[in-house]
T-cell receptor
Framework: AQSVTQPDIHITVSEGASLELRCNYS??????LFWYVQSPGQGLQLLLK??????LVQGIKGFEAEFKRSQSSFNLRKPSVHWSDAAEYFC???????????FGAGTRLFVKA | NAGVTQTPKFQVLKTGQSMTLQCAQD?????MSWYRQDPGMGLRLIHY???????DQGEVPNGYNVSRSTTEDFPLRLLSAAPSQTSVYFC??????????????FGSGTRLTVV
């Protein structure tokens, strides 16, 4: 069965510092991988996705993620965090059809001035 | 272009009552899903649909029914509300072009409290 683990419940970074959010997945075949962001009281917004090909994918808002098959990981990165990035971030994995997308428990990002 | 619209935004039910959470999308997406979000548990899939007339169960389907009579609408029915169904419910839709799944567009959620 597919599963997603986000080891960090919350992370605090200083504004302007770099960010890496961890995501590990379990899936029997080549997965479809996603990162979503949720601001308080809002729905989720898609940041980026990986299907195949180049293992480093670029997303919106300056985020990128790298797929590492050998480590079953899909970590999200940003070189310089802005206060507006404070939110909850969810990693997700789906089957080829996409209709059974499974989400991790989320990592809440706090940004300090 | 409204995207995914969920109504109501807030609802309080008494144990045993039934209700329907509405979800509509205007993007002609064939895939639609319902998730519930609980603290520390991420989002859990309740039911999903891959097209009009086709639905299936997700991870936590008990106590919920769905139907998909049109491409646009995917209502979620709570048959007999229980306090364990207190949660935030999200509807999401997507398309699958050229065999790839491009990720979901989410509604803004319905916060349900069962007392």
């Amino acid at each position: 069965a597919q599963s997603v683990t986000q080891p960090d419940i919350h992370i605090t970074v200083s504004e302007g510092a770099s960010l890496e959010l961890r995501c590990n997945y379990s899936y029997g075949a080549t997965p479809y991988l996603f990162w979503y962001v949720q601001s308080p009281g809002q729905g989720l917004q898609l940041l980026l996705k990986y299907f195949s090909g180049d293992t480093l994918v670029q997303g919106i808002k300056g985020f990128e993620a790298e797929f590492k098959r050998s480590q079953s990981s899909f970590n999200l990165r940003k070189p310089s965090v802005h206060w507006s990035d404070a939110a909850e971030y969810f990693c997700a994995v789906s089957n080829t059809g996409g209709f059974k997308t499974i989400f991790g428990a989320g990592t809440r990002l706090f940004v300090k001035a | 272009n409204a995207g995914v619209t969920q109504t109501p935004k807030f609802q309080v039910l008494k144990t045993g009552q039934s209700m329907t959470l509405q979800c509509a999308q205007d993007m002609n997406h064939e895939y639609m899903s319902w998730y519930r979000q609980d603290p520390g548990m991420g989002l859990r899939l309740i039911h999903y649909s891959v097209g009009a007339g086709i639905t299936d169960q997700g991870e936590v389907p008990n106590g919920y029914n769905v139907s998909r009579s049109t491409t646009e609408d995917f209502p979620l029915r709570l048959l007999s509300a229980a306090p364990s169904q207190t949660s935030v419910y999200f509807c999401a839709s997507s398309y699958s072009g050229t065999g790839n799944f491009y990720g979901y567009t989410f509604g803004s959620g319905t916060r349900l409290t069962v007392v």
